[in-house]
């Protein structure tokens, strides 16, 4: 069963209901009563402005008010120069019959009010074949509205949010045909007033924090903020600030729905193409929204089959893309996921349908912080085997956690060589950090750091000591090293002098040897006398050999 969108539900019924916008209604009020009279020189008007600001709103509180019949031609309709010929140029041109068939006048309220809704795609898409073989393009459009313009006797209106697009190239005629009225942005109060009165009349209590958030992050848009109220009313008659969430990211979520409803309710692809240009998303999260919510509107199983097929397509280009680096492509991947998968329905679908976020994009946001610290561990189990991360993930993972739960002093070891925390500890146990199986570990590992602290204090003053020790003990084997070597040469010394002595002495017992003996006595005595000093000399550098070995023992 459908259920009735509340844009269309509380659509103002009156030109004095529409909010906001005050001059743009009054301008666009006299421009009607201008037709009372007679035909105006300005026999079409433009409304123009961003999406939400009550444009068709206006257009269609003003066919009310009047008592003017309603034709209307929307995106989601062929708008072509035959069809705009065969439907608003006719009608144009026609008087009006009311339903029991009867004539009426244009005096009588028998205007028709031509509305042309998205008239800035206008003559901007390829010509396309749609059901039963219908061409559903817009080639044409523009210059079958300029035409008709120049021709009518019937009020018409264009609403566009880019007045550009519309007016360049052949629509330039088109400015000094029609009235150009403007609409902004609505103010958040004008917002706020309109969000209670709905949550009022569907029996739905807001706090005032949630309706200020939702009127600030409509950002000017009325129908993007009645969208956000009604999504979050469903199964709920109050709406706390714990429920703002569903709708956190005003810009990302507006942006993302408004165009994904484009690919399923539009055929016009180069609205799609130029609304997916201001997307600012990767191809990668568009394909996942449209993959995500295709089954939501496509409700005929041809529809949703060829809709997957293009989604297949454009994911194969997505794939090349990522093999090849080739970007190109994601042109061809853009206009399958989204241009595609609207041209291949061959039914129109109506009602509301709420679109649900990307259930996998949900569940990677979830993981995130686990994937994080899965990386983390597997790199420093990597570092500790001299393999790479890879091929932990991929073979000592599973066995690693399982030597982990099971064996507790292979747990404690890894904990402190691998330097784990508690996130990591609870991550390989599969508990959480706050479990009494993680806080035991953690205590077994800190009274080991402790001890290990003691012990390696221990060790450093025992050093320490012995360093001291030895030092003390170096100085004093050096001081009597000094006293052994002064001693030492102050001996040799007085073994010197003590030779040079006795050297004398011998020398004068020769001599006198010599003068009591005769020549014959002091020869031999000569002889003798030099075979003593040979041997003293002899003594002398067998001295002096030990000295130098002595200095070099010393050194």
Do not use: C
Not at 67 to 94: C, K, V, Y
Not at 152 to 178: C, E, F, R
Not at 247 to 264: E, N, P
Request: hydrophobic share 35%; aromatic share 6%.
């Amino acid at each position: 069963m459908d259920v009735l969108d509340w844009t269309e539900k509380y659509r103002p019924k009156r030109l004095k209901d529409v909010l906001g916008n005050a001059k743009a209604v009054s301008e666009l009020r006299k421009w009607a009563e201008s037709w009372e009279n007679d035909i105006p020189v300005k026999r079409g008007v433009i409304l123009a402005g961003p999406a939400g600001t009550g444009k068709t709103s206006s257009a269609v509180a003003l066919a009310n008010e009047f008592g003017w019949s309603l034709i209307e031609l929307n995106a989601s309709d062929a708008r072509n120069m035959a069809t705009i010929r065969a439907i608003a140029t006719t009608g144009a041109m026609n008087q009006t019959f009311s339903l029991d068939g009867q004539y009426l006048e244009d005096s009588r309220g028998g205007r028709k009010l031509i509305v042309l809704d998205e008239a800035d795609s206008l003559y901007e898409r390829a010509a396309s074949v749609g059901p039963e073989g219908k061409d559903v393009s817009d080639r044409g459009g523009k210059r079958a509205i300029i035409e008709t313009l120049e021709r009518t006797k019937q009020p018409i209106i264009l609403i566009v949010n880019d007045l550009y697009a519309l007016t360049k190239g052949s629509g330039a005629a088109l400015n000094s045909l029609a009235l150009t009225i403007r609409f902004h942005k609505l103010k958040e109060a004008t917002i706020r007033s309109a969000i209670r009165n709905i949550a009022e009349k569907e029996n739905l209590r807001l706090t005032p924090e949630v309706l200020d958030t939702l009127a600030l992050k409509a950002e000017g848009d009325l129908r993007a903020g009645i969208n956000d109220l009604q999504s979050l009313a469903i199964g709920r008659s109050a709406i706390s600030s714990e429920s703002l969430s569903a709708v956190g990211g005003r810009d990302l979520r507006t942006s993302i729905f408004d165009a994904v409803r484009d690919v399923f309710r539009g055929t016009s692809t180069a609205r799609i193409r130029k609304t997916f240009n201001t997307v600012d998303e990767t191809p990668e999260t568009i394909l996942l929204w449209i993959d995500e919510n295709l089954p939501l509107e496509y409700k005929r199983p041809n529809d949703l089959v060829n809709g997957f097929n293009m989604l297949s397509r454009a994911d194969v280009f997505l794939g090349r893309v990522r093999r090849r680096q080739y970007y190109k492509l994601q042109g061809y991947t853009r206009d399958l996921m989204t241009a595609g998968v609207a041209s291949v329905k061959q039914h129109s679908y109506s009602g509301w349908t709420k679109y649900n976020f990307p259930s996998w994009l949900k569940k990677m946001s979830q993981s995130k912080e686990t994937r994080a610290l899965y990386s983390a561990l597997s790199k420093k189990i990597g570092r500790y085997n001299h393999v790479s991360s890879h091929i932990v993930k991929s073979e000592l993972i599973v066995p690693f956690r399982y030597l982990f739960k099971t064996d507790r002093e292979f747990a404690v070891n890894m904990i402190l060589r691998l330097e784990l925390d508690t996130d990591e500890i609870a991550f390989l146990l599969g508990e959480k950090p706050s479990s009494n199986r993680v806080k035991s570990l953690m205590e077994e590992v800190k009274r080991i750091l402790e001890s290990q602290m003691v012990r390696d204090e221990g060790v450093e003053i025992f050093k320490s000591s012995e360093e001291d020790k030895k030092a003390k003990k170096g100085k004093t084997t050096d001081k009597g090293k000094k006293k052994d070597k002064e001693s030492k040469k102050e001996k040799k010394k007085e073994d010197k002098k003590s030779k040079g002595k006795g050297k004398d002495k011998k020398a004068d017992s020769k001599k006198a040897g010599a003068k009591r003996k005769g020549p014959a006595v002091a020869d031999i005595g000569k002889g003798k006398g030099v075979e003593e000093e040979e041997e003293a000399e002899d003594d002398e550098k067998t001295d002096k050999k030990k000295e130098v070995q002595k200095s070099l023992f010393d050194f």
